[in-house]
């Protein structure tokens, strides 16, 4: 194998991934503009959370390092933000182990029952949980209120430590727990939720609620140390990752992107 990933004309940098992703949306014929400027971060780059590649720091993905991807568009019928983190190569075992980490604090969000009252500041800490017992963290909230058009990031809602509006049905908010290692590689996984009624529990007098998923893409299999999950957490992924297949599968058929319908048959594959 070559030492960077390759398109057909050479190396991939940066620039170029953030483009042939805008380009693939554009596609839709939908879109009228994508949400903020795309972050994609290769390597050291990944590190800097609000990232902005431009000419000057333009990167190629080389072989061993991860791939921060953290883009947006906004459709006719909603607007979009999502995050993946890629490995290029073979990743390191540091590397997965962290990946495996803010995967089990996203798990924790989406998994997360709780009273009506409740806020964004008493569930950002379920997020860093796996972090905060090995000494790491993050410098970023959890996640942020998301809105149609206009500026994405909008309030009231949030999951920080200085969220405290109550979380309400029908409330929109990202779920991004991340590790950034400076000068070395960047984790971030982004999915998008909404605050939905959950069942009644064991006590019928409180209202429950709960976060739907709006996000459905593959979460990469080959940064996951499997026996660091638990089973409910082996459970949610495998679960999710049945949701994409079924969701996204019969669109790439329609289209006839045979090829993409395998890889993401191999993506899904449950673990």
Known sequence: STS???APTGPLTEIDVAKRL????????????????????????GAIVHYRVSEDTNAPLEAGQLFLIDSGAQYED??????????????????RECFTLV????????????????AGAHLDALARAPLWATGRDYDHGTGHGVGVY?????GPQRLSRAGNVPLEPGMILSNEPGYYREGAFGIRIK???HVVDAPEGADPHRKMLGFETLT???INRRLIVTEMLSPAERVWL?????????????????????DTAAWLDAACAPI
Do not use: C, M, W
């Not at 206009?150 to 909008?154: F, G, I, N, Q, W």
């Not at 994409?244 to 045979?258: D, F």
């Open 4 to 6: 960077t990933s390759t």
């Open 22 to 45: 805008e380009a693939f949306r554009a596609e839709t014929g939908a879109l009228k503009d994508i949400s903020f400027d795309t972050i994609a971060g290769a390597g050291a780059n």
């Open 78 to 95: 909603g607007t979009t933000d999502i995050t993946r983190t890629l490995p290029v190569g073979t990743p390191g075992a540091e590397e």
């Open 103 to 118: 995967l089990q604090g996203l798990i924790a969000i989406h998994r997360a029952r709780f009273p009506k009252g409740v």
């Open 150 to 154: 206009l500026s994405v990031h909008e």
């Open 191 to 193: 999915n998008l939720i």
């Open 216 to 218: 459905f893409a593959p």
């Open 238 to 258: 495998n679960s999710y990752h049945r949701e994409v297949r079924a969701k996204i599968r019969p669109l790439l058929q329609e289209a006839g992107h045979t």
